[in-house]
């Protein structure tokens, strides 16, 4: 099989899909055997190498992610290649091609929440109708996320396979000392903080997470931090109007885009992960925080069940009180965050990068094999 993986994505962005390419393709690369060959799709202003196995194969691109020529240029640029099937892991392939496509899709916030879109994202990514009509075969990344695409896309079921993502092993429990040493060297934290992180754009609701820390120290005097991680996103200037607004200046910190091994310190030192997501196709940070050993709360939206199981706390995300609530009880209840740990280790131990890349080449062969 000569199967492409379009990996350009990952020059601008490591978070998020970026992360999903790079993991999965190391995945692939544990279990490719000597009739497969892979063909890396990279930017070319991308000089890492994601793997190194001799089945794999770089593939310098000049078309950049998302251009407005992106469908007539890459298509040209794929033709020398002569792949069985294309992996589009950011949602849209070229169309009008001679080989099979299999798409991910990670989440359809952009149809259920419109308002949160740029200009830009909303045209590339408006192309989602014609890219499931065209495309041979699509994985979802959660039961939620496959039945938003039949419901709201007319998706048929046969087209669809849900593949579970895996939790970076970089993310484990550590020694307490080492990691509270650690975030307070690097970081200037103490130890207990509350912690939130991901790319920071409306549909992660953290204005209702501020209003709840407000809430949370005006009603029982918590002296911790609330520490916020993540890459702006679109939109991001609500929450720095919000923290304003409500005098959190002093008390929330905003440690921007933080590498994956900084993070696994400050999963061990938080004293909670607080995810209160509008929306998500999956959702990461928590199961990272339970491989951490770290108590999770969460939103009670479609997806969550799905990856949290019951272990974590969740609120519904439009409530700040209840929000303000949970976060008290797992600072004063010990018996309830230990409860959460032990469940959250568990749980977490059932997702991986090698079970998801097995589940996904099993994808391609059946879908060249159709």
Not at 214 to 226: Q, V, Y
């Amino acid at each position: 099989m000569r199967i492409g993986i379009d990996a350009r994505l990952v020059y601008y962005s490591k978070a998020g899909i970026g992360q999903y390419i790079i993991h999965l393709t190391k995945g692939l690369e544990a279990l490719a055997t000597e009739t497969d060959q892979f063909f890396l799709l990279q930017s070319r202003k991308d000089q890492t190498s994601i793997v190194s196995n001799h089945n794999f194969s770089r593939a310098s691109l000049w078309t950049p992610s998302h251009h407005r020529l992106e469908q007539s240029a890459l298509r040209l640029e794929l033709s020398r290649l002569g792949l069985d099937l294309l992996h589009s892991p950011d949602f849209i392939p070229p169309f009008n091609r001679n080989y099979k496509s299999v798409i991910t899709v990670h989440d359809l916030a952009f149809l259920l929440y419109p308002q949160f879109m740029t200009k830009e994202s909303a045209r590339y990514y408006g192309q989602i109708d014609q890219a499931v009509r065209d495309t041979d075969h699509i994985i979802a990344v959660s039961q939620a996320t496959k039945e938003d695409l039949i419901k709201l896309l007319g998706v048929p079921k046969r087209k669809i396979t849900v593949i579970y993502e895996g939790v970076n092993p970089i993310y484990r429990q550590i020694d307490p000392a080492e990691a509270n040493t650690f975030v307070k060297k690097t970081f200037g934290l103490e130890p207990g903080f509350l912690f939130f992180i991901s790319t920071i754009e409306p549909r992660k609701n953290i204005p209702t997470l501020l209003k709840a820390y407000k809430w949370l120290k005006d009603h029982h005097r918590r002296t911790e931090k609330l520490v916020i991680a993540g890459s702006k996103g679109w939109l991001f200037e609500e929450v720095d109007e919000t923290i304003r607004r409500l005098n959190l200046e002093h008390d929330v910190i905003l440690l921007g885009r933080v590498h994956d091994s900084e993070v696994n310190y400050l999963y061990n030192a938080a004293s909670m992960l607080v995810y209160p997501s509008f929306y998500e196709g999956f959702g990461l940070p928590p199961l990272e925080a339970m491989r951490c050993g770290t108590p999770v709360i969460v939103s009670k939206i479609k997806v969550m069940p799905e990856v949290v199981g019951d272990a974590a706390l969740l609120i519904d995300p439009l409530d700040e009180e209840a929000l303000g609530v949970a976060i008290n009880r797992l600072l004063t209840d010990e018996t309830l965050r230990h409860d959460l740990i032990e469940k959250g280790l568990k749980r977490a131990a059932k997702f991986s990068w090698e079970q998801a890349a097995r589940e996904t080449l099993d994808v391609y062969r059946k879908t060249i094999n159709n």
